[in-house]
């Protein structure tokens, strides 16, 4: 890891949270703010992160492949060969150095309704979509963080993704019924327009008729002139639930077990994914600042050499990435992948439509493998791209 010096500074639009996880008032913090057109020069980076019982190696897997991402953004060398950009190497596609990279977790759990159901602990709203603030009880973690970490040029790049993979060591005691499409549309949407928002926004309205945590809890991370960057660590599909009658193990319209709900019940009870390409997109004036990257249960095998157009076409022939239930398991869908080191996964069709549908709205999109250890690349290449080359 390249140590660039000083101390990184760790913000939020307003201050940390303090030991109970509340947070206190404050003066905005906007020093270091790009201003003015042309190719975004800063990048806010949301990690949405499965807390389920199954991602224990995959949790850890992310741990190594932080300091990859923060070092080809700080310093620019987004080949990794030790030269930086305007070097004068003929073809090299490094980049300029970000100014700026704010990085934010949230986890998958977004409760379990009004049920209470085993492996959903925190009932109603679970997680919620709001930012992690809480370190792990291990040496050299801090209990209690800001919002979002922010990293400057300048900064101590080692002591940053340190602090962020802390942050993102979100645990596996999640509900195991993932929404991280909900979790993220959540986290970043406001409750009203903003200066970041595109023209015409419509602010989603979520369980309860609660709103996003965009302009409140979250707020500050999201800027008008930065790159915004929404990569999902899962290794299972999206369960974002519409209907709470999903929880109820008495509903006797559904006899599959709550698992397979998710699967063959998704036009009853799960929002639609247009909800997120429409939401999504209206975080964005234009949607050539906004990347979506899922990491989830894609063969490896499956994924295309970086730079490649991603052909949609491998994923829906492909039989692995049916949803069948297991014969070995009932409570299953056959996995999709299963690797030494990485871990099990289930095939991801609602975050893979989601993110094709995307990428036809003009977002960068990228994939990745949760069963494949080395997936820094495959998320850093439709960021690089849309920071544009080096001088």
Known sequence: MVALGGCYRSHQRGEPADAGGRRD???PIDAGRDAGPGLPRSVDLLFVVDNSISMVEEQEVLAEELPRVVRVLATGDADEDGDLAGDGEPGDPDIEPVSELSIAVVTTDMGSGDQSIGGCPRRV???????????PDVPGCMSI???????????DAVRYTRDVSCVAAAGTEGCGLEQPLESALKALSPAAPTDWTA????????????????????????????????????????????????FDVRD????????????FHEDELL?????????????RRDPGRLVFVPAVGVPADLVQPIGAPIDWDVFRRDPRLAQVVDPSNLSEVTPSCDEPGTGLAYPPPRLLRTAQELEARGVG???????????????????????????
């Open 365 to 391: 999109v990228g994939l990745a493998s949760i069963c494949r250890g080395d997936y820094a690349p495959r998320l850093l290449a439709p960021i690089v791209a849309r920071l544009g080359p080096g001088g």
């Open 125 to 135: 709203f679970g997680d919620d979509g709001l930012f992690r603030v809480r370190g």
């Open 199 to 246: 023209p015409g926004y419509a602010p989603p309205e979520f369980f309860l008729g609660t709103s996003g945590h965009g302009d409140d809890e979250n707020d500050g991370f999201v800027r008008a002139d930065s790159l915004l960057a929404i990569v999902v660590l899962s290794d299972d599909d999206d369960c974002s639930v519409a209907d709470p009658a999903l």
């Open 271 to 283: 929002h639609s994914t247009a909800r997120y390409v429409d939401g999504f997109l209206q975080l």
């Open 252 to 263: 006797d319209r559904f006899i599959n077990h709550l698992n397979l709900r998710c699967v």
């Open 145 to 155: 963080y800001p919002t979002f970490l922010t990293f400057r040029a300048g900064d």
């Open 25 to 27: 008032g404050g003066a």
